[in-house]
């Protein structure tokens, strides 16, 4: 069983770190949720971003348009802006994608976090907060995942997940990092004001695809498998607001500035709701019909993935505040009803 550490509490609501911060992938989704939280609270934050898949107009603190792949780059942004810590979201997320090219996964997930981790330790910054996923997990053989489950993961993306983790952990043993690798169930919903959601092209997620289809942007969407061993027979997630995220990625600054690390926990609500679920809540929020088409099962989707446990709890003090997925589904509509077609628009 887990025992909990005799850390003093800490209140992700209140957590100010020292900056300026350095947040890696800040145009991004939950980066650039995160960044509008560190501006929030007054923490000075530097943005380092290739525009790849993120998006300049969701960043209006100072901006770096630097590739990974260049570390000499990496080493004038530090140089420049003397960061006291890193926040790093900038990674390849598409398990399908990851499945057929799985040379871009290692390239820019490991590859450029060695890039990155490299040029921190020449700079001398020791702190850092690290996107992991559940795809750490692999296939569950025991529900809820907690953190004592096997890191067993299927897909290339997992496994360059995994791989980072190791890195970080190997570093902090020989070099004196300070990390934290938070491993995120699925991150869903917008910002509270609306000016900040998600937008990836291609759209591969189920939330935002499904309101795509009640602004009638598509016909209908296509349900992956209603044949699996769940009360509904479609599978079952657990979706975590990208506001509750981004409030224990400063927990978790404040956390390494104290010297506390390493620091590896899930965040996720702990409750899942199926595919059609999910669906059902778009038509109640969007008042849309939102019509479906079933299709075979997606490759590599596990039945039911949802967090357990309470260590986010007992190492940063976060809990979801915003766990039901109607207010998830809520705030992704209301940020999409503002960007019919994403930032562009
Ligand atoms: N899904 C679906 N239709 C879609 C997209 C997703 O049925 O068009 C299902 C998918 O099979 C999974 C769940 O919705 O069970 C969440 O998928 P998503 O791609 O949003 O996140 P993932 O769990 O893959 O990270």
């Not at 289809?213 to 509904?232: H, M, N, S």
């Not at 986010?312 to 809520?330: C, F, S």
Request: proline share 8%; charged share 20%; hydrophobic share 35%.
């Amino acid at each position: 069983m887990h025992t909990p550490p005799a850390w003093p509490p800490i209140d992700p609501d209140r957590a100010n770190p020292a900056g300026p911060v350095l947040v890696v992938g800040g145009a991004g989704y939950i980066g650039s949720h995160t960044v509008r939280l560190l501006e929030q609270r007054k923490v000075p934050v530097v943005v380092l971003d290739n525009l790849s898949t993120g998006h300049r107009e969701a960043v209006r603190v100072p901006f770096e348009h630097c590739e990974l792949s260049d570390r000499a780059a990496i080493a004038k942004v530090l140089a420049k802006h003397q960061p006291c810590a890193v926040v790093h979201f900038a990674a390849k997320c598409y398990v399908g994608e990851s499945v057929t090219d799985p040379a871009k996964y290692y390239r820019e997930n490991v590859i450029h976090t060695f890039h990155l981790l490299e040029e921190m330790r020449a700079a001398g910054i020791q702190d850092l907060v690290f996107s992991s996923s559940c795809a750490t997990y692999g296939e569950p053989t025991k529900l809820p995942l907690t953190e004592e489950h096997t890191q067993l993961p299927i897909s290339p993306y997992g496994k360059t997940k995994l791989h980072m983790e190791h890195m970080l952990a190997d570093y902090a043993r020989a070099y004196g990092l300070r990390f934290a690798a938070l491993r995120y169930f699925n991150a869903a919903g917008a910002s509270q004001a609306g000016d900040l959601g998600e937008d990836h092209d291609p759209e591969t997620h189920l939330i935002p695809l499904v309101l795509q289809v009640a602004l009638g942007q598509r016909k209908e969407i296509a349900i992956f498998g209603d044949d699996y061993p769940t009360p509904d027979g479609t599978c079952i997630r657990d979706y975590v607001h990208v506001e509750d995220l981004a409030r224990a990625h400063l927990a978790a600054l404040v956390r390494l500035q104290e010297g506390r690390a390493p620091i590896l926990c899930n965040l996720g609500t702990g409750t899942g709701f199926s595919v059609k679920q999910v669906i059902q809540t778009a038509r109640k929020v969007t008042g849309h019909p939102i019509p479906v088409r079933i299709e075979p099962r997606r490759p590599g989707d596990p039945p039911e993935l949802y967090s357990g446990g309470t260590l986010a709890y007992d190492l940063l003090g976060w809990k979801p505040r915003r766990a039901g997925i109607e207010e998830i589904v809520r705030d992704a509509w209301n940020f999409l009803s503002k960007h019919r077609e994403g930032y562009a628009h």
